[in-house]
């Protein structure tokens, strides 16, 4: 009985994000089930991707699901679930929804253009909802310093990681383009937010 409570009590509070890291988690356990098959060859997005070849689509998206073991999964994750609750209730599960997918396709365009290797896991969105989240206390006309300061740290540190360390198996770029379209968003969405209450 008491346990029946508690599962009464439980509350799916942020759908997106909790969704999007069970299917993470499932996804993993299937690419250990078929020995790596899962992630070669649906969630590794390619750079040049042969733009004939229809996988390549379904891989500009399916990409920030899939991940490379479990160390990289939990990395993501812990980070994840931390700060995407605060995203997905500031800005709607919709409206996260759309940021997530226009990050998977934004990064794997510029993936597929200007780089030769491929690109797996959900780091650009966490860096994207990680940038998202310091807009949280924006008020109108006024620029958070916390904003300033973590936008400059984390894309300073990936510049400079990616230039003083371009093989270290870890896709700065990613990390970038995420960094850069929580950006875009945030300053998207709080002009909007502000503009409808003038």
């Known amino acids: 009985m008491a346990i029946k409570n508690i599962f009464k009590k439980l509350h799916y509070n942020s759908p997106v994000v ?89 990064t794997a365009i510029v993936n597929g253009f200007l780089f030769n290797t491929g690109i797996i896991g959900a780091s650009g969105v966490v860096f994207m909802m990680i940038i998202l989240s310091a807009f949280t206390g924006m008020q109108k006309g006024k620029i958070p310093i916390t904003l300033i300061i973590i936008s400059l740290m984390y894309l300073g540190r990936e510049i400079f990681n990616a230039l003083s360390s371009p093989n270290d198996g870890i896709s700065q770029m990613g990390h970038i383009v995420g960094g850069l379209v929580g950006l875009g968003f945030g300053i998207y969405y709080h002009k909007m937010k502000f503009r409808n209450h003038t």
């Open 18 to 106: 909790l969704t999007y890291a069970i299917v993470c988690t499932v996804l993993l356990l299937l690419n250990y089930m078929t020995a790596g098959w899962l992630n070669r060859t649906l969630l590794v997005s390619y750079g040049h991707p042969s733009l004939i070849d229809p996988l390549t689509y379904l891989r500009a998206f399916l990409h920030v699901v899939g991940h490379a073991d479990w160390n990289h999964l939990f990395s993501n994750m812990i980070l994840m679930l931390l700060v995407g609750p605060i995203v997905e209730e500031r800005y709607g599960s919709g409206n996260l929804t759309i940021m997530i997918l226009c990050d998977a396709v934004i």
